[in-house]
């Protein structure tokens, strides 16, 4: 409580001294509030013109279009016009537009006209909902109006001459790029019609020459193995109808199974499998599976028999069975010698095929890769080439697509108007702020001064910046003369600020009731 008495009575003692001071405010407040109100009333007014539009992305072809031709993101693109709208250019053809540059007598000064406007020009978006504000202020409300209406104008024709101009820009780029690669795969198919013709010998090698040469010598070794399969199968024969044995390993003399085929092998096939199934379903002692298996016993003794019989009989032509049996295996056995001549011939095809392989494995390599590298080229230009033609179409599918409709559509919510009223300077704000900037100034040099040359005012403030005692006050001789002298300089002090109050009120209401001070009633 006594910090907050102490603060109170140091803060008085700071009013006491701005009071003393107080001629500080007077010549500042006169120095500042006069000449600050004059400059304020004699500020021209300013005329604010403004207009809304509504873009609207939407578009039907949009979805139909989808993957059909080139489309860009309207979105973005508006925003992109948004940021480029006030550039150096499009602000001075906004003021030759606006007729703005006649004002202008050299190019420094249309070059400060142009940095002017491009300052004073405001395009704001209201957010998401693709609404845009475009306001301009300047002292003729025409002007004012103009500048708006052809900031506008140029907003709303630019998305159109622009998506014009990039998609003809694009068109002869394209068209450019598929002549140069045309010429280009034009001189890649000569080349390798040229590689072809030199080399259509050795060609149907390249590209496979290691696996033919392991085709060729894998063929061979087949070829080989069935010769000897053939060859074994002939000898077997001729044993047979020579009427050799031979004997196995434990001395026991056996006759060789002839290799042809009996009239009762069908039938034994026949009952092999019926026996299975039997077996499958029933048990050995089935009736069914015991005659099978008797009827199967005798069909295989009828066979061997048979087979023995043809065996030991001495080229009988009376037994007619046992010559056809003959003759069928002196038939298998020619067949089979024709098919070991064939197969060497082709043993012998083969191998010249891999001579002639292994001859050129120096040749062929080299020119596998040099025909790689030429197919390779030819393929990268073609699958270039049909790219750039593909881009073309779609390219030809947007610009009819923008003929016929466009993207961005432009909705005017507010058309620019000439304004009837001003819409600036705010004077109400700029009178008050010279006001409280006169007699704020004064008031600071008075505090200043005060503390630079400070005067006690009671006596406890002489104890505090000295060690004598205070044995008591003394008032002023002629006090009489000192208050009259008090009541004059409050006096002019209240004339003063009185007189700056009024001028500051006369003005506040003339700002109300748009009265102009110089030039009469609006």
Not at 11 to 26: A, E, H, M, Q, S
Not at 410 to 420: D, H
Not at 450 to 462: D, E, Y
Not at 496 to 503: D, E, N, R, V
Request: hydrophobic content about 40%; some cysteine; aromatic content about 6%.
């Amino acid at each position: 409580m006594q910090d907050l008495q102490q603060t109170l009575i140091q803060l008085l003692d700071f009013l006491k001294g701005i009071w003393i001071k107080k001629r500080y405010v007077i010549i500042f407040s006169w120095l500042i509030c006069p000449l600050g109100f004059f400059y304020v009333t004699t500020l021209p007014d300013e005329f604010s013109s403004k207009a809304q539009v509504f873009v609207d992305t939407r578009s039907v072809l949009q979805p139909l279009l989808r993957g059909l031709a080139i489309q860009t993101n309207p979105d973005q693109e508006i925003q992109m016009m948004a940021k480029t709208l006030l550039s150096r250019s499009n602000v001075e053809k906004i003021a030759r537009e606006s007729d703005l540059d006649i004002t202008t007598e050299n190019e420094t000064e249309f070059e400060s006209l142009v940095t002017r406007l491009s300052n004073q020009i405001k395009l704001q978006s209201t957010g998401r909902d693709n609404i845009y504000n475009i306001s301009f202020s300047h002292s003729e409300a025409t002007v004012a109006q103009r500048v708006v209406q052809e900031t506008l104008d140029l907003f709303v024709e630019g998305s159109l001459g622009n998506n014009r101009k990039d998609t003809d820009t694009a068109g002869r780029f394209l068209n450019e790029q598929i002549a140069e690669y045309e010429a280009r795969l034009s001189e890649a198919e000569q080349r390798l019609a040229n590689f072809k013709r030199q080399y259509n010998d050795i060609l149907p090698l390249a590209g496979s020459y290691f696996a033919s040469l392991q085709k060729f010598k894998d063929e061979l070794e087949a070829t080989r193995l069935l010769i000897r399969q053939t060859r074994q199968q002939a000898d077997s024969l001729a044993k047979q109808i020579s009427g050799k044995k031979s004997s196995d390993s434990f001395g026991v003399t056996s006759i060789e199974e002839p290799v042809l085929r009996t009239r009762y092998d069908d039938r034994i096939r026949k009952l092999e499998e019926e026996l299975d199934g039997l077996n499958l379903r029933f048990t050995a002692l089935h009736p069914d599976v015991v005659e099978t298996k008797a009827l199967l016993e005798s069909l295989e003794n009828a066979r061997t028999r048979e087979i023995e019989a043809f065996l030991s009989q001495d080229d009988d032509s009376n037994s007619q069975p046992l010559s056809e049996l003959n003759r069928e295996i002196k038939l298998e056995v020619s067949r089979l010698e024709s098919q070991i001549a064939s197969l060497k011939v082709k043993e012998t095809d083969v191998e010249s095929k891999i001579a002639e392989l292994e001859s050129k494995v120096d040749l062929i390599p080299q020119i596998e890769a040099e025909s790689s590298a030429l197919n390779r080229d030819y393929d990268i230009t073609k699958d270039k080439y049909e790219e750039l033609l593909s881009r073309r179409e779609s390219a030809d599918l947007s610009r009819r697509a923008d003929v016929s409709s466009e993207d961005l559509q432009f909705r005017i919510i507010e058309p620019p108007l000439v304004p009837k009223q001003p819409s600036g300077p705010n004077r109400l704000i700029l009178y008050t702020a010279m006001l409280v900037l006169g007699f704020g100034s004064g008031v600071a040099v008075a505090f200043l001064v005060s503390q630079l040359t400070p005067i006690l005012i009671r006596p406890k403030q002489l104890m505090q910046i000295s060690d004598f005692p205070i044995w008591g006050t003394v008032t002023h001789l002629n006090i009489k003369d000192i208050h009259k002298k008090n009541r004059l300089r409050l006096a002019i002090f209240l004339l003063s600020s009185g007189t700056i109050l009024a001028m500051y009120g006369v003005l506040v209401a003339a700002d109300i009731m748009n009265i102009d001070l110089f030039r009469g009633l609006v």
